[in-house]
């Protein structure tokens, strides 16, 4: 694990007229509902619940900035393709995010969170697709692999990555909440940019 990071929450908004105004870089974590973002930006700060999370999908419904050792904004956002949620809900969460993801200067890197258990899904292939449209630099972090027995590891990597059509020497980093996997190279590349 992390050694705590000083870290304190800001705010939450819904839209753009709302985000702080500052000159901190930024690192969003983006994925689909459930998929542990709210989880990870804890793991990496060395807190338990700073981010509120949730068994249940649609937890991180705002736009919630967390001001990280005074440098930095750590961005949680709410999670894509959860069924359960409207469709004009769905579309305005599409609307907002990609306003913020577009149009925010202070964004510095795009974490992009996929299920490490499974095949990407078409709404990440989709989110992926945005954001290549974007051009802002982006991380992919496959989540939950303590889920995944080590032997599977090497192979599952494969499959994302042929899913997401990328380089064999595209970083994907695997990482887990539980045990702390990977944060370490997280880390790295947020303190490389
Ligand atoms: P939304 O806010 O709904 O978009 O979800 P989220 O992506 O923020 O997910 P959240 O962090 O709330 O985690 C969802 C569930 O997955 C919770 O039950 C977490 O405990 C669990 N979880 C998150 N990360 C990991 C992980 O690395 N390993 C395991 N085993 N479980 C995890
Ligand atoms: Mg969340």
């Known amino acids: 694990?992390?050694?705590?990071?000083?870290?304190?929450?800001?705010?939450?908004?819904?839209?753009?007229?709302?985000?702080?105004?500052?000159?901190?870089?930024?690192?969003?974590?983006?994925?689909?509902?459930?998929?542990?973002?709210?989880?990870?930006l804890n793991a990496l700060l060395g807190s338990k619940g700073l981010a509120k999370t949730s068994g249940k999908p649609g937890k991180t419904q705002t736009i919630n900035f967390f001001e990280v050792e005074k440098k930095r904004y750590f961005v949680d956002l709410p999670g894509y393709g959860y069924a359960r949620v409207a469709k004009s809900v769905k579309e305005e969460w599409g609307r907002h995010m990609m306003a913020y993801?577009?149009?925010?200067?202070?964004?510095?890197?795009?974490?992009?969170?996929?299920?490490?258990?499974?095949?990407?899904?078409?709404?990440?292939?989709?989110?992926?697709?945005?954001?290549?449209?974007?051009?802002?630099?982006?991380?992919?972090?496959?989540?939950?692999?303590?889920?995944?027995?080590?032997a599977l590891r090497k192979k599952q990597q494969e499959i994302t990555r042929q899913a997401l059509g990328l380089d064999e020497d595209a970083l994907i980093i695997a990482a887990s909440s539980v045990t702390g996997e990977g944060l370490r190279d997280i880390w790295e590349v947020i303190r490389d940019l």
């Not at 985000?19 to 870089?25: G, M, R, S, V």
């Not at 899904?121 to 027995?149: A, G, Q, R, W």
């Open 1 to 40: 694990m992390v050694r705590p990071i000083e870290a304190r929450f800001i705010c939450s908004v819904l839209q753009a007229d709302q985000f702080p105004k500052t000159n901190l870089p930024e690192i969003a974590f983006i994925g689909r509902s459930n998929v542990g973002k709210s989880s990870l």
């Open 101 to 150: 993801l577009q149009d925010r200067v202070s964004l510095q890197l795009i974490v992009l969170l996929l299920d490490g258990r499974h095949e990407p899904m078409d709404n990440d292939l989709h989110i992926l697709d945005l954001l290549e449209e974007i051009e802002k630099p982006t991380l992919i972090v496959t989540t939950k692999i303590d889920k995944v027995k080590r």
